[in-house]
Structures are given as structure tokens and as C-alpha cells.
């Protein structure tokens, strides 16, 4: 019940294009849903998050689309750069509890030049 | 504003050692949370606490972990007694309450000889 899982481990994508990560929760319970973009040898860093009571939001290159019927979640990033290299986690947050993280386990992107 | 200070960035230490890893949050933050990160995983959620309480440990093992954040000074994560299995990454986040952005350190890399 407590699981995020995430899709795919590993993706590479052409400078321009788009990369897509999904992920997909058990628990009803979970309220808030943010991403995490990961370089190497630093901490997460939020990137952009999404409630349930909305179905897509974007922010620049961005966009979360939520799908709260099938729970799953997914991150699009369009205009791929080589800069957005890096690994991406999703992860649900059930506020009402004690606001503890529950991770996907990361999709590690790569953009070629 | 300086950001969630994680020290040391790397330990290492030799089986049966104590490990120390310290976190100080951001500034007007009073909750921390504490995650592990296996190589090739996702982070998983420790230990939650506010300044002189735990409020949540459910995901630290029962034997050899443990948390506090005193009044005055960094939250410190102790291993007892290391083992070669508690390589990994420890990362720290700070946030405003439970609902609010957790904001993550760089994490501490422990390796255990």
C-alpha cells in the first residue's frame, strides 16, 4: 500500500525531444505528489509537484499529468536539453499523515547532444 | 540563505564503528527527515523529527539506528556497530511542518570497510 512505481529505470532521448516518466500508486490516501530531479553527488531538488484535485499541471518544459482513477502520475519534459540529464523521482506525500516521502525508484535520463 | 548542511559529505568507517551524521536545516526550519539511499534505489523514508521529538521512526531498523534533533545544534543520525550493508547514502531534508517543501541536504556517503 505504501509503494510508488516508477517506469522507465533508464531512458535517452534526443536533444528536442520528449522525455516521459510514469509512476503509479496504491495508496488512495496520498494527497501530494512531487518530483525530485537528482545530479550526481547532490541531494534532490524539487522540480514540480501536483494534487490530486488537478489534472495536469505545467511549469516551462514541465508538465505533470495525473490520472487520479488509474493513480498514476507522469512527468513530461518537452524540448529535451542535455542539461536536463540527470536521474528523476517521483514521490507521494500523504500530508494529513506525517508528511514522509514514499519514493519511486528513480529513472535515470540522459539527453544526447 | 544557505541550504540544508549535511557533514561529513563522505565517511568511511571500518565494520563495528559508530558512524555520526549530522544535518543542520535551513534557517526557520524545525522539522527533519531522514532518507537512505541504496545504490541503484530510491530514497527510503528513516525517521521524521521535530526539534527534542521523534514523530515518526517507522522506517528505521530496529537495532543499531538512531535520531534526535536537540534544542540547540544539527539532528544527528548514529550507527552503531556498522556493516558493510549500511553503505549508502543518507540524505537529510528540512521543511517549515509537515506539509511543507522538504528541502534536501547532499547527503552523506558512508562506506563501511
Known amino acids: 500500500q505504501q509503494q510508488v512505481k516508477q517506469s522507465p529505470q533508464s531512458l535517452i532521448v534526443q536533444k528536442g525531444g520528449i522525455s516521459i516518466i510514469n509512476c503509479a500508486y496504491e495508496n488512495t490516501a496520498f494527497d501530494y505528489f512531487p518530483w525530485y530531479q537528482q545530479f550526481p553527488g547532490k541531494g534532490p531538488a524539487l522540480l514540480i509537484a501536483?494534487?490530486?484535485?488537478?489534472s495536469e499541471k505545467k511549469e516551462g518544459r514541465f508538465t505533470i499529468s495525473f490520472n487520479k482513477s488509474a493513480k498514476q502520475f507522469s512527468l513530461h519534459i518537452m524540448d529535451s536539453q542535455p542539461g536536463d540529464s540527470a536521474t528523476y523521482f517521483c514521490a507521494a506525500q500523504r500530508q494529513s499523515n506525517t508528511g514522509k516521502l514514499i519514493f519511486g525508484q528513480g529513472t535515470t535520463l540522459q539527453v544526447k547532444p | 540563505n544557505a541550504g540544508v548542511m549535511q557533514n561529513p559529505r563522505h565517511l568511511v568507517r571500518r565494520r563495528g564503528q559508530e558512524a555520526r551524521l549530522r544535518c543542520s536545516p535551513m534557517?526557520?526550519?524545525?522539522?527533519v527527515y531522514w532518507y537512505r539511499q541504496l545504490p541503484e534505489e530510491g530514497l527510503k523514508f528513516m525517521v521524521y523529527l521535530q526539534k527534542e521529538n521523534i514523530i515518526d521512526e517507522s522506517g528505521m531498523p530496529k537495532e543499531r539506528f538512531s535520531a534526535e534533533f536537540p534544542k540547540e545544534g544539527p539532528s544527528i543520525l548514529r550507527i552503531q556497530q556498522v556493516v558493510r550493508g549500511d553503505s549508502a547514502a543518507y540524505f537529510c531534508?528540512?521543511?517549515?511542518?509537515?506539509?511543507?517543501?522538504?528541502?534536501f541536504g547532499a547527503g552523506t556517503r558512508l562506506s563501511v570497510l
Open positions: 501536483i494534487r490530486p484535485d488537478v
Open positions: 534557517k526557520g526550519h524545525s522539522h
Open positions: 531534508a528540512s521543511s517549515t511542518g509537515d506539509k511543507g517543501i522538504q528541502y
